[in-house]
């Protein structure tokens, strides 16, 4: 991972976008964050609505290059999420979509798939 200094700079937009998705996060989200933040989960530091590149992602462990996006039904065969997850795949990441209903039903297997995208013991 390269050091901050070497990263482009994120522009005002961005950052303001980004406050306020932190600040205003889906049931599911919030759910999640529950679990990853602290390093709950399994000691990975996760981040939570980051900026990467052009895109917000709703959550980033950057030591196992694992994007995590929550998705409600208007993500259904969504075009711009397919270049998005390209772009991220590109960059050395892997991308993992769940349904905000699989976060709030069934939290254990999003969480042990979450290890095993992150190379860790489930």
């Known amino acids: 991972m390269p ?7 994120i522009s005002h ?3 303001t976008q980004a406050r306020r998705l932190r600040r205003d996060l889906t049931p599911a989200e919030a759910a999640l964050w529950r679990v990853l933040r602290d ?5 990975t530091k996760w981040r939570r609505q980051a900026p990467i590149g052009i895109y917000i992602v709703d ?4 030591e196992h290059r694992v994007v995590v996006e929550c998705d409600g039904s208007q993500h259904a065969d969504s075009a711009s ?3 998005r997850d390209a772009w991220l795949v590109s960059q050395g990441f892997r991308v993992a979509r769940f349904w905000n209903n699989q976060v709030l039903n069934e939290r254990d ?14």
């Open 3 to 9: 050091d901050s200094a070497s990263r482009p700079p």
């Open 13 to 15: 937009r961005m950052r």
């Open 39 to 43: 390093r709950r989960l399994s000691s």
């Open 59 to 62: 959550f980033v462990c950057f």
């Open 81 to 83: 999420d397919a270049v």
């Open 109 to 122: 297997a999003v969480l042990e798939s979450l290890l095993a995208l992150c190379g860790l013991p489930v």
